[in-house]
């Protein structure tokens, strides 16, 4: 089975599906934005503010469904800031829950590996009593940084692709 390419920053220029959203839709302070790097890769960066209640900002893409059956892990390609971020992954948009997985950025570039049967349900925070991503479709894709604590962040990613 070949790679699905789920998304490649660097190859188009056409971002209009990829959205900005922080705790603000809860009260919250936080603040990110999404720009172009020189190389044509995304730049996600932003300031996590414990405000209101807050603590979260995130990158979301949304598209038509994909069938994904027989692929077992979400490679991308990326360079953070040695913090620690979530990936995240819905079947469905109208499902509750979000198929997490969290990883800590090097500071380099690197390429990080998530088994597709590691990502856990979650909902607002907190692990729900229902199995593992069942890695049969998905329509979402998000980047999420939400640590707890008051942070300035930077994670810079190529792309996106399933095997």
């Known amino acids: 089975m070949s790679k699905l390419l789920l998304f490649d920053f660097s190859s188009t220029g056409d971002w209009s599906n990829w959205e900005v959203e922080n705790d603000v839709v809860m009260g919250g302070r936080s603040s990110s934005n999404l720009e172009s790097s020189a190389e044509g890769n995304a730049i996600f960066t932003g300031t996590v503010s414990l405000e209101n209640n807050g603590g979260f900002a995130s990158l979301q893409y949304h598209f038509p469904t994909k069938d994904i059956k027989g692929y077992t892990k979400a490679i991308i390609f990326l360079k953070g800031d040695g913090k620690k971020y979530q990936f995240r992954m819905k079947s469905?948009?109208?499902?509750?829950?979000?198929?997490?997985?969290?990883?800590?950025?090097?500071?380099?570039?690197?390429?990080?590996?998530?088994?597709?049967?590691?990502?856990?349900?979650?909902?607002?925070?907190?692990?729900?009593?229902?199995?593992?991503?069942?890695?049969?479709?998905?329509?979402?894709?998000?980047?999420?940084?939400?640590?707890?604590?008051?942070?300035?962040?930077?994670?810079?990613?190529?792309?996106?692709?399933?095997n």
């Open 92 to 162: 469905n948009l109208k499902e509750r829950a979000s198929y997490v997985y969290g990883f800590k950025t090097s500071g380099d570039w690197e390429t990080v590996e998530i088994p597709l049967s590691e990502m856990e349900p979650v909902y607002h925070g907190r692990k729900l009593d229902i199995p593992n991503f069942p890695a049969e479709k998905i329509q979402e894709v998000r980047f999420l940084i939400g640590n707890n604590k008051e942070e300035n962040f930077r994670l810079e990613i190529d792309k996106i692709e399933l």
